[in-house]
């Protein structure tokens, strides 16, 4: 998996899902073909079953592909900037011979 450009990750969580996207056929015995929206037309539309997620119906919900919830947009490289939006904490651990500044972004 090196080199695999995930969503949302990061540090050393699980990566986040997006979509959710209709699927459009079957491919093989264990992908499936997806639609995806002009935003992500880089990426490949075929996905393995382990990386799609259920989907809990609900009459309410309606589908529409928006964009990402990314600021920015995708560069050539799928890649995006991550921009903190504001400190939420910020404490000084005292060791014996320095201190280390905390921030929570």
């Known amino acids: 998996m090196k ?7 990061t540090g050393k969580f699980n990566p986040g899902y997006v979509g ?15 639609t ?10 075929v996905f ?8 809990i119906s609900d009459p309410s919900h309606i589908l529409q ?4 919830p990314v600021e ?4 050539e490289e799928l890649k995006y900037k991550e921009v903190p939006i504001r400190i939420v904490d910020n404490k000084d651990q005292v060791l ?10």
């Open 3 to 9: 080199g695999v450009m995930w969503f949302n990750k």
């Open 20 to 34: 959710p996207f209709e699927i459009l056929k079957k491919v093989g015995t264990l992908a499936y073909r997806i």
């Open 36 to 45: 995806l929206p002009p935003d992500l037309s880089r990426i490949l539309n």
């Open 48 to 55: 393995h079953v382990s990386q799609l997620r259920k989907y």
């Open 65 to 68: 592909a928006g964009p990402l």
């Open 72 to 75: 920015g947009n995708l560069n």
């Open 96 to 105: 014996r011979q320095r201190t280390i500044s905390y921030v929570k972004v």
